[in-house]
């Protein structure tokens, strides 16, 4: 349950630093932070997963 | 680009790949029900074949075979049309200044909505052979976007080099059906001689993904994580090649088109 929680917040964060960086941010750059934010992103919510549903089971 | 843009693009899309038919749309869903009926006949009813290491029930291969094989079309559908779609595109490219990294996000967003439709239908099965894996189904959604951002990425790299060689469609097409047999998708890891299960391990990104789904449908468990995140960093690192080489030849990329 907590997990899920955290989760849906990180999304929610990420997708808001999202739309501020391409509401901000214009040309190359903004796409290479996105890239940046999607790989932090995916890597946080795995260890996550791997840390609270991997004790869990 | 414009989002609303991007969405037109898919609408048009779907309106394109169904135009003309008499049943329209619902061929979505008649070809993955198709695949699933006919792999759950055949394998289950006909051959009664047997997953090794599998729970012993009568689904479990065609559950491992549908389970593999609807992402990996996912997966392919995309590669293999954004590896064309600034060739598709060149009359628009012509006449609208597009963003032309963002273009072939359409085909992504178009093979998503199409995946999702065939993975409601497989749900639908489950739920009816009483095989639904609980709540390591939310896993599914972060599998499938990391596939996608992979598949953007080399589908993106291909469609620029696509520009400049025509042969790179086909070379393409080779190398997705060699890409098919190395990867455990109608064949089963236990059966492959060592060296080939530990090639899967280390560098095949595709099985990376597929064994993900697998461990939530075939096993009911959580996927491997440290493979999902090789997976994460492989597809954002191909992903980032792409985009810089598409940076680098923008200019020659528009003289061809």
């Known amino acids: ?57 | 680009m414009n989002i609303s843009l991007l969405f037109d693009f898919t609408r048009q899309d779907f309106v394109d790949r169904y135009s003309g038919s008499a049943l329209g749309a619902l061929w979505a869903f008649i070809h993955p029900l198709v695949m699933i009926f006919i792999f759950t006949v055949i394998f289950a009813n006909v051959m009664s074949a047997k997953l090794p290491g599998g729970s012993g029930g009568n689904y479990d291969y065609p559950i491992y075979l549908v389970s593999g094989l609807l992402p990996w079309i996912a997966f392919t559908n995309t590669i293999t049309r954004c590896s064309t779609v600034f060739l598709e595109k060149r009359h628009l490219l012509n006449k609208i200044r597009l963003t032309l990294a963002y273009l072939p996000v359409y085909v992504v967003i178009s093979e998503t909505v199409t995946f999702a439709i065939a993975f409601t239908l497989f749900l639908g099965f489950l739920a009816a052979t009483n095989q639904l894996p609980g709540a390591w189904l939310l896993f599914v959604p972060l599998i499938f976007i990391l596939q996608q951002i992979f598949a953007f990425g080399l589908g993106l790299l291909f469609g620029v080099l696509n520009v400049f060689l025509r042969d790179v469609k086909e070379l393409v097409t080779i190398v997705l059906t060699f890409w098919f047999w190395l990867t455990p998708l109608v064949w089963v890891p236990a059966v492959a001689p060592e060296w080939l299960q530990q090639l899967q391990d280390y560098i095949n990104p595709a099985n990376w993904f597929i064994a993900a789904y697998r461990d939530i449908f075939v096993h009911h468990h959580l996927p491997d994580i440290n493979a999902l995140s090789r997976l994460v960093i492989i597809a954002h690192a191909v992903l980032l090649g792409a985009w810089f080489l598409l940076k680098w030849l923008e200019k020659d990329i528009r003289d061809f088109l």
């Open chain 1, 1 to 57: 349950m907590y997990f899920f929680l955290i989760t849906t917040g990180l999304t929610v964060v990420m997708l808001l630093i999202a739309k501020w960086v391409l509401w901000r941010i214009n040309g190359s750059r903004s796409t290479l932070i996105l890239i940046a934010l999607s790989t932090l992103y995916f890597l946080v919510v795995l260890q996550l997963s791997q840390f609270i549903l991997g004790h869990a089971a």
